[in-house]
């Protein structure tokens, strides 16, 4: 079953949300924004979108071209730690591609078999994406951990950095 059909949320703090931002200029990308960030697993589900289209009097389709549009807003459930590894021109010439590979070994994730741009471990620990430039070409290959910049990366210095965040504790 499609678990983001039948979320049953508690539409209180998206109430919260968007009555402190209805008047706000551009605020239903503030609400989408916020809403994403209370979700947790960091995400919109469809239940959700479909409260803010209601509460703010937009049609649902609009709401959907927003969040489809901006690669900061995920549709699926996202795990506790989120890699991003830079595919663009000069980390990829500086060996991105292995270390994007290397990622998915490491947390065991077969990217091969499904066209998805994002992957998420089975455990929900970790989500592993892919950006088209960090806009620190000269610091490349970059990956980014969650919010931190990770810079002139190596494979060595990745899988130290992925023992060190296997070893934390899941977020419960
Ligand atoms: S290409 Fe990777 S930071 Fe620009």
Redesign the pocket.
């Known amino acids: 079953m499609d678990a983001t059909k039948t979320l049953h949320f508690d539409s209180e703090p998206y109430d919260a949300i968007i009555n402190a931002n209805k008047n706000n200029p551009g605020a239903l990308l503030t609400v989408l924004e916020e809403a994403q960030k209370i979700t947790p697993h960091q995400y919109l589900p469809e239940p959700v979108l479909r409260h803010i289209a209601e509460r703010m009097n937009v049609p649902l389709s609009r709401i959907n071209s927003i969040v489809t549009f901006y690669s900061f807003f995920n549709l699926k459930p996202q795990g506790d730690h989120t890699i991003t590894v830079?595919?663009?021109?000069?980390?990829?010439t500086r060996g991105?591609k292995t270390l994007l590979e290397d990622v998915l070994l490491k947390l065991g994730i077969d990217a091969k078999s499904t066209n998805a741009s994002s992957f998420t471990t089975d455990d929900m620990r970790f989500t592993v994406r892919t950006v088209?430039?960090?806009?620190?070409?000269a610091?490349?290959?970059?990956i980014a951990v969650d919010e931190v910049i990770y810079s002139n990366m190596t494979s060595e210095k990745l899988e130290a950095l992925l023992k060190k965040l296997t070893a934390r504790r899941p977020k419960s």
Request: aromatic share 6%; hydrophobic share 35%; glycine share 12%.
């Open positions: 830079c595919r663009g021109t000069a980390c990829h991105s088209a430039c960090f806009g620190q070409c610091l490349a290959p970059v």
